[in-house]
């Protein structure tokens, strides 16, 4: 080895040298892009490229490693050019300015999410769809896109018919205005055993939902009241998750557009007409109809994907989009590929730019009474362990509102359980590991936001107005300083491929390094001036910690 006549101080520096690179540059790499001749040494093809390369006021120094360049930042630099921007108004918007988002393609993004079915209570299961699509829309928002957040619900089709007919025989309109969902529940349940074995209610569906398609005031009436109370309860639901829409659209507000949607496909030469006599249209790559899609009941009433081709042109004319993402079970995958190759066939060449994200399944999501059907159940019971958990800690101080605060941290908690590994894995729901305040929780998030915003407000005396930067060199510091940097490749990364796993991993690492910070580098004790730096430090990474848990839809619980 080269290196091994070197005196042994010599050796230790380099190796710390290596430790502490910034970033490297591979030899390997210039070559193989011909950049560097690909023969001879390569290792004295680096020793010579690193004594050309000057250092200057950024780069300090730079060394040569084993087949690559060690490049280090100027330190002192590093830290003013990250902290400075915190505490003048700018800390709203750190990261985002970086010109790495130059590349991307900013416009009108409409994402479709939530999409729960009337008349029903909010599953369990429409949570993922929900705080995904949340997440998705407030990254594309952050990152200067015109968002549009559209909850498409499922209030039309043949469970209406089920349902209308149903609440004829088992409804009751007392019990309607007591606990709307849940008799609704109750209707459906009921009405769908009774179907499994009576002819005669299967025809009743059937005609009810032919009498919907036909405008006949009497079901229209019906249905319109479902609808209402439906996505009044919803609401609440909701406004708990701290999730918000534009608009609230719906199966059927595209009932006549479907209609048309037949014709085209009939004059398009598209739609054919099975033995059943049901339409469909061949979507097989070799038009052998190995695959099909059916558009159209023998009775010439309308299906889902019929409404869904109406919907997505509709939004087109409407909103000009330039990109749709619509928020998904994994299941669906097939439809929406479908979907996709109707519209192109169709000639709307925009639908290349509509996108389906499609996630897993949650595996043994259980309260402690039993298997989970309704969402709320599972809110209530995240806040209902969460205060018996804060109740049991030393450490709990008092507060105003400890059940808004349970509430907050309990969904923070489900958030960050879901939204740790890849949306397209199924996962094994966790109550007691969820709810750790140590390690990689939402509640270790709250926590470490909390304490930081603590930090600042019993340190207001002695706010920053200009901070020495090279009293923050210690390694704690610097691993903080150097992590900071790092948030727009993570916003990027994210924005990529919509995976909120980059995000969520990058907060939670930020909070570590607080807690080791925050251990070495005490604030109150210290003389004003290092008070005044490591300050400006806390409050970077509390102002970080904060922005980054709002776009993946958690609202920290303390302020500033």
């Not at 529940?185 to 009576?198: G, I, L, S, T």
């Amino acid at each position: 080895m080269l290196h091994l006549c070197l005196p042994i101080q010599h050796f230790s520096q380099l190796v710390l040298l290596r430790q502490t690179a910034d970033f490297k540059l591979s030899l390997n790499t210039l070559r193989v892009s011909g950049i560097l001749p690909s023969s001879g040494d390569i290792q004295l093809q680096t020793e010579d490229l690193a004594s050309r390369l000057k250092q200057d006021s950024v780069v300090e120094d730079v060394s040569a490693g084993s087949g690559v360049i060690n490049f280090r930042v100027n330190r002192k630099l590093l830290v003013q050019k990250i902290l400075e921007p915190f505490g003048k108004e700018e800390d709203d918007t750190f990261g985002l300015n970086s010109e790495l988002f130059n590349t991307l393609k900013r416009g009108t993004t409409l994402v479709e999410y939530s999409s729960p079915n009337i008349a029903k209570k909010f599953h369990a299961g429409h949570l993922r769809s929900t705080i995904i699509g949340n997440f998705i829309a407030n990254l594309k928002q952050s990152l200067g896109n015109n968002v549009i957040r559209m909850n498409y619900l499922g209030d039309w089709g043949m469970q209406f018919g089920l349902l209308g007919a149903g609440f004829g025989q088992f409804g009751c309109q007392e019990k309607l205005k007591q606990n709307p969902l849940q008799h609704l529940f109750e209707v459906y349940v009921q009405v769908n055993k009774e179907a499994e074995h009576n002819e005669d209610m299967r025809l009743a569906a059937r005609d009810f939902f032919r009498q919907l398609e036909q405008h006949e005031s009497q079901a229209v009436s019906l249905w319109q009241q479902f609808r209402e109370i439906t996505v009044e309860e919803y609401q609440h639901v909701y406004k708990r998750l701290g999730v918000h829409f534009d608009i609230y659209s719906g199966e059927s507000f595209h009932q006549h557009q479907a209609q048309e949607v037949v014709q085209q496909l009939r004059s398009q030469g598209l739609l054919k007409t099975t033995e059943k006599g049901t339409g469909v249209v061949d979507v097989s790559p070799a038009g052998d109809m190995s695959n099909i899609c059916t558009v159209l009941r023998s009775d010439s009433t309308t299906l889902y994907i019929t409404r869904d081709i109406a919907a997505a042109i509709d939004r087109r004319e409407k909103f000009n989009f330039d990109e749709m993402i619509y928020v998904t079970d994994k299941s669906q995958a097939n439809h929406f590929h479908q979907l996709f190759q109707i519209l192109l066939a169709l000639g709307h060449t925009w639908a290349d730019r509509c996108q389906h994200v499609p996630f897993g399944l949650v595996q043994g999501m259980k309260t402690r009474i039993g298997e989970v059907v309704f969402l709320e159940d599972v809110l209530d019971e995240a806040r209902a362990r969460m205060l018996h958990n804060m109740n049991q800690s030393k450490t709990t101080k008092e507060m105003d509102n400890p059940e808004d605060t349970a509430e907050k941290v309990g969904i923070s908690a489900l958030i960050i359980q879901d939204f740790k590994g890849p949306l397209q894995s199924d996962y094994k729901f966790d109550w007691d590991r969820m709810l750790q305040a140590q390690g990689d929780t939402g509640v270790f998030l709250q926590y470490t936001h909390a304490r930081l915003c603590s930090l600042a407000r019993r340190n207001k005396g002695i706010e920053v107005v200009e901070f020495n930067p090279s009293l923050l060199l210690e390694q704690a510091s610097l691993s903080i300083v150097q992590h900071l940097l790092r948030y727009d490749e993570v916003l990027y990364q994210s924005a990529q491929d919509l995976q909120p796993k980059h995000l969520v991993n990058f907060l939670l690492k930020l909070c570590h390094l607080v807690a080791s910070a925050h251990r070495e580098l005490p604030v109150k004790g210290s003389p004003q001036d290092v008070a005044q730096a490591r300050l400006q430090l806390f409050n970077g990474a509390c102002s970080v910690l904060a922005n980054g848990m709002r776009i993946l839809g958690i609202t920290p619980v303390h302020k500033m």
